[in-house]
């Protein structure tokens, strides 16, 4: 019993940590993923270059191999003696990578990162949140997974010849009438919501309580709904 009431004391005891920061030596990256509540911010300049804030490195683990990046905020340990607190990561590439997921509560975004690029992959899921500024660049290919809760919200100039989206259980996206999209092939179910409000043409089906808006001007090219789903105009 005097052991633990002197641990307690210790833990009430302690001093308040100041974040630190920690850099990371990185490459070329084709895969990133961000999980478990870690806070980010991703850019594109002339370096390849990470750096977390956290009170401790005990607090997030890193993993970097075969070009794939991973940053995920650790659970807490000894019980509720010690949890983690924020983990902010800032990571500058050079190049875009070709895919990314962000999962588990995290929260950041990307921008200046497109600029002519073929691809690029996206998955956001439970709860997390990805904001893309496209930064008047352009994409050839994109593809979006959005899920259980998931928000990806797009916005400034973009240009998409092609995005093939789907969102599902209660997810939402939205781009608004600057991210012009020449086709979109959507497929949105289980109460998800998406507003492809630069949209030239859409495609797909939308089910299960869903909700699709588009614009005035969006051509739609077999595109069906059923099970409660709706489809609407933007109101833009």
Request: hydrophobic share 35%.
């Amino acid at each position: 019993m005097k052991i633990m009431t002197l641990i307690l004391m210790g833990a009430f005891s302690a001093p308040l940590l100041s974040p630190k920061t920690y850099s990371y030596e990185i490459k070329e990256i084709e895969f990133l993923k961000i999980s478990a509540g870690v806070e980010f911010a991703v850019r594109c300049g002339n370096m390849n270059k990470l750096e977390i804030s956290a009170d401790s490195k005990d607090d997030f683990r890193v993993s970097y191999k075969n070009e794939k990046l991973e940053i995920t905020r650790r659970g807490s340990f000894l019980g509720w003696l010690h949890s983690p607190g924020n983990v902010t990561a800032e990571l500058t590439l050079q190049n875009l990578p070709q895919s990314m997921r962000v999962s588990a509560g995290s929260a950041g975004g990307m921008k200046n990162c497109f600029k002519n690029e073929e691809s690029f992959s996206l998955s956001v899921s439970s709860g997390s949140s990805f904001l893309l500024d496209g930064g008047s660049g352009s994409l050839d290919q994109l593809e979006v997974n959005v899920s259980s809760g998931g928000t990806v919200e797009m916005r400034e100039s973009f240009h998409i010849n092609r995005m093939e989206l789907e969102a599902t259980s209660g997810s939402t996206f939205e781009a608004g009438t600057k991210v012009v999209v020449e086709e979109a092939a959507v497929k949105i179910s289980s109460g998800a919501s998406a507003e492809i409000c630069g949209a030239l043409t859409v495609s797909g089906r939308a089910s299960s309580g869903s909700d699709v808006k588009v614009s005035d001007n969006t051509m739609i090219n077999g595109f069906s709904t059923n099970s409660g789903a709706s489809y609407s105009n933007c109101r833009y």
